[in-house]
């Protein structure tokens, strides 16, 4: 059996035949379409194989749930990098209450974010592609909330005659940390949509899918400065910079939820069959149905 890197997609060869196989979304029960070109009542896959002569033919199904996943995906790197360029807009304001420059937070989240990078593989490869993305989601979603206030100022305001800006917001020290939380996130939403993209999308779409998932990275750098410049200017103080950051809390944890529901396991497209001549007969295709179950089986631990 050959393991292939993007999930649930698995092959196995038998007397010479090589079958690609696909679970269908949702599915990690690793269950296989039939090999003699119709679908697998119980998995929904759809494997097709024909032609005579050593040829084969296979049409992999896309399912519509992929631009679910990409959409996922892409609006959590964008809440990543509003998170990191948050200030960026609004420097004087975070001067004004904290007392530090604002560079400081994207220094820290880049730091953490560069050490985060080097866990990415083999965490993605250990726990699964859905595992690592809703969890590094409530990471960041922690983080944003640690950001906010929410809940430590809840639990222990600082009130009487603190000045506003320090009663409006946490300390710094709970800054700098939730800061670090989403930049240890982030690299689970930048560096997985070539994987997503292998995972989900057909060739001619992978391209495409995977450039969507990246380029909203700099959505999010471009919302940042929308955002902060006309919800936490100087002019609305402290005030405004927590109704900022409350408002990226609240998009965070709406994003999260979403898709600890929505992000699915499986959906694998199968890109290639190969059949040898020598194994064409229809004789070679129980067996070689057996070892591609088999083999779902095994790299269905993957997601």
């Known amino acids: 059996m050959g393991r292939e890197s993007g999930g649930s997609c698995g092959s196995s060869s038998m007397s010479g035949r090589t079958v690609m196989f696909q679970s269908p979304p949702g599915s990690d029960s690793g269950e296989v379409g039939g090999v003699d070109g119709s679908d697998s009542s119980s998995s929904g896959s759809a494997l ?14 896309l399912y519509g749930q992929r631009w679910v996943q990409l959409g996922l995906l892409s609006l959590l790197a964008l809440l990543s990098d509003l ?42 490869r250990l726990l699964g592609l859905r595992k690592v993305i809703v969890g590094a989601a409530a990471l960041m979603s922690t983080g944003c909330l ?10 222990f305001p600082t009130g009487g005659a603190a000045a506003a800006a320090t009663a409006a917001m946490p300390s710094y020290g709970q800054e700098l940390f939730g800061t670090i939380l989403v930049g240890i996130a982030q690299p689970f939403f930048q560096c997985t949509p070539p994987l997503l993209s292998a995972t989900w999308f057909g060739a001619k779409e992978r391209a495409l899918s995977t450039a969507v998932a990246i380029n909203f990275n700099q959505v999010g750098i471009g919302s940042a400065f929308l955002l902060g410049g006309a919800l936490a200017g100087p002019e609305r103080g402290a005030e405004g910079l927590a109704a900022y950051f409350g408002l990226i809390t609240l998009a965070c944890i709406a994003v999260t939820a979403t898709t600890a529901l929505g992000f699915q396991v499986g959906g694998c497209v199968a890109r290639h069959i ?10 070679a295709a129980a067996p070689a149905a057996a070892a591609a179950a088999a083999a779902a089986s095994f790299h269905s631990s993957f997601f």
């Open 48 to 61: 097709s194989l024909s032609g005579g002569g050593g040829g084969g033919n296979f049409e992999p199904t």
């Open 83 to 124: 998170v990191c360029f948050s200030m960026a807009a609004a420097p004087e304001t975070w001067s004004n209450v904290y007392g530090h420059n604002p560079t400081d937070l994207v220094d820290m989240f880049l730091v953490a974010n560069v050490m985060s990078c080097l866990a990415v593989t083999d965490l993605t």
């Open 146 to 155: 640690l950001r906010s206030g929410v809940p430590l100022s809840l639990l």
């Open 274 to 283: 190969v059949i040898s001549a020598a194994a064409a007969a229809p004789a």
